[in-house]
């Protein structure tokens, strides 16, 4: 199971390589058929996204469905793996929403820097980054190796409004 885990992973990574030699981030979203999320409103008092010299500091962000609603559940419980990286995935288009509304365009990234993966798991569940790659293997996807993270995967016993995961991202920019 590992090895096939670790095999998808440099599959994904080669031909996100090769894929990145033609195109911009935009067009790999074309290509694709990837719509990004419209930014959130933040829901307390806080702001989504901090640039700082050339870096871009996201808040964590929920993941939503395509029709908007939350993904919640908690790994372990009543919430499946593949349900929670495609949870992550959705995550990493709201991330990628709110820096295209910050910055204008996501053809301006320069590195994604790290990436900060909470799920909300029993305490029995221990394949956090096996959920956070849901929203890694999609950034190398779109980014190819300016996609490549420094990363964290943990789990938590609750989230903000029950979701399955929670991901906030650094981004060095042009």
């Not at 894929?19 to 806080?46: C, F, H, W």
């Not at 790659?133 to 964290?152: P, W, Y």
């Amino acid at each position: 199971m590992k090895f096939r885990h670790l095999f998808i992973g440099l599959m994904v990574s080669w031909l996100a390589t090769v894929a990145m030699a033609v195109s911009t981030p935009t067009e790999r979203l074309a290509e694709l058929g990837i719509t990004l999320q419209k930014p959130d409103a933040p829901v307390a008092n806080y702001v989504p996204a901090v640039r700082v010299g050339n870096l871009v500091f996201l808040a964590g962000h929920l993941p939503r469905t395509e029709a908007g609603d939350l993904m919640k559940g908690k790994l372990g419980q009543d919430v499946s793996l593949e349900e929670a990286q495609e949870a992550a995935r959705r995550t990493a288009l709201a991330l990628l929403g709110t820096l295209k509304r910050e910055i204008g365009s996501i053809d301006r990234v320069k590195r994604i820097v790290r990436v900060e993966g909470f799920v909300n798991a029993t305490p029995d569940f221990t394949s956090h980054s096996l959920v956070i790659n849901g929203c890694s293997d999609l950034l190398v996807e779109i980014f190819g190796d300016k996609g490549r993270h420094a990363r964290m995967a943990i789990g938590a016993g609750s989230l903000p409004l029950g979701v399955s995961v929670e991901i906030a991202m650094i981004v060095e920019v042009e």
